[in-house]
């Protein structure tokens, strides 16, 4: 009776998890935030990554430029937006460590924000 009842239990459970299918991503537009003005390199950058991204993923990757505050302006965006994949940004040291360090920000960069990948490395070299 026990082996009967935990079938029965089994293949109710299969048969209500057949019908859970997940969305194909993307499934709309694709936001990519850059904390710059138009035509400087991280704007070079993200556009080109957004149409590699947008050839791959085959839906629309909109670049919008969210300038202003040293890069948290943009940074507090990506922040709030909801955290379904469609709302992506770019940055730097400048953007997400610098900024925190020196004034007051309404997110946590830990906390908020998961990082992705590293698109690009830009050596520097300081002379004293």
């Known amino acids: 009776m ?3 009842r935990a079938a029965l239990f089994f293949v109710a459970l299969v ?6 299918f997940s969305q194909t991503y993307p499934s709309r537009p694709i936001t990519l935030v850059v904390p ?12 080109i990554m957004g149409e590699r991204m947008a050839k791959a993923l085959g839906q629309q990757v909109i670049v919008e430029n969210v ?5 948290s302006i943009a940074v507090n965006k990506v922040a709030r937006a909801a955290p379904d994949g469609y709302t992506v940004g770019i940055g730097h040291i400048g953007t ?6 020196i004034q007051t920000v309404q997110y946590d960069v ?7 990948g590293m698109m690009c490395t830009n050596p520097q070299l300081l002379i004293a």
């Not at 710059?36 to 556009?47: C, E, K, L, S």
């Not at 300038?67 to 890069?71: D, E, K, Q, R, S």
Request: proline share 8%.
């Open 2 to 4: 026990f082996i009967t």
């Open 15 to 20: 048969a209500a998890a057949f019908p859970a």
């Open 67 to 71: 300038t202003g505050a040293g890069g």
């Open 36 to 47: 710059f003005a138009v035509g400087g390199p991280t704007d070079t950058i993200a556009r």
């Open 96 to 101: 997400h460590v610098i900024v925190e360090a």
């Open 110 to 116: 830990l906390k908020d924000l998961d990082p992705v």
